[in-house]
């Protein structure tokens, strides 16, 4: 665990209060194998394919390694955390990985938490796979696996890729799985198509929908959404303090 990041002692606090649980333990560990996955060296002979192309091939790859969507759009830089270098790469392919719902819904129980941590690995693991198939191809590609992705924030990558609207609860809404996923990103020189931003009525919808606010123990969730660095739709959102995406 990178003790450079402000939040450190938090994640420490948590690992630690569970240190004894063998089950956690376990979880914890599905992700270290993705972890140390090596990243291929770039032969200098790159594939040449048109934009749409790759972004075609690039999707189906992600899909064929594990992710359950792909999103594409051109990295920002104000995605980096103010004291991290602006990462290498233009365009970020950004993955989605479904939550078993059986297993999510049994929060707090160690069950949920597990499917969390499996959910986690998923997404490492495919994010290598794609960087590294890329790299084969010939062109830079670097993966970003959550939970503790220490330069890039996904939610707002995420939301211009097309993948989701965010609620009011700070995590996002996805049209067909709800907040029930998690996400990794690979970002790279690739030259492909971006998506576009997708709105399908979440926006309205969480207004009105108070099941997060009232299930929310230490009322941390307000009734209306929050104006944060001068947006309110999310797509400047630097509110995932934890690195819970």
């Not at 051109?74 to 103010?82: A, I, K, M, N, V």
């Not at 365009?91 to 938490?113: C, G, Q, R, S």
């Not at 969390?116 to 290598?128: C, D, E, F, G, P």
């Not at 062109?139 to 939610?155: C, F, H, Q, S």
Request: charged share 25%.
């Amino acid at each position: 665990m990178d003790g450079s990041i402000a939040h450190t002692d938090v994640l420490r606090y948590f690992y630690n209060r569970d240190k004894d649980n063998k089950r956690l333990s376990l979880a914890r560990k599905l992700r270290e194998e993705p972890i140390a996955m090596p990243l291929v060296d770039i032969p200098k002979e790159q594939d040449q394919r048109t934009s749409s192309d790759w972004s075609a091939f690039v999707k189906e790859a992600a899909l064929e390694v594990g992710a359950d969507q792909v999103g594409i759009c051109e990295y920002r830089p104000e995605w980096t955390y103010d004291d991290r270098p602006v990462p290498r790469g233009k365009w970020a392919i950004v993955m989605v990985f479904a939550h078993d719902y059986e297993n999510l819904k049994t929060a707090p129980h160690d069950d949920a938490y597990i499917e969390v941590m499996t959910q986690y690995a998923r997404a490492a693991k495919t994010s290598k796979l794609l960087a590294n198939w890329i790299r084969k191809k010939g062109w830079y590609a670097d993966p970003k696996m959550g939970p503790n992705t220490e330069d890039v924030l996904m939610i707002p990558a995420a939301i211009a890729a097309g993948i989701g609207q965010l609620g009011k609860h700070g995590s996002l809404i996805n049209k067909k799985l709800g907040s029930n996923f998690r996400l990794s990103m690979v970002l790279t020189d690739l030259p492909i198509n971006v998506d576009a931003p997708e709105s399908f009525g979440s926006e309205e919808f969480c207004k009105n929908c108070q099941i997060c606010v009232n299930a929310c123990p230490p009322d941390a969730i307000s009734n209306a959404k929050q104006l944060v660095r001068g947006d309110k739709n999310g797509m400047l959102i630097l509110i995932n303090v934890f690195h819970i995406l």
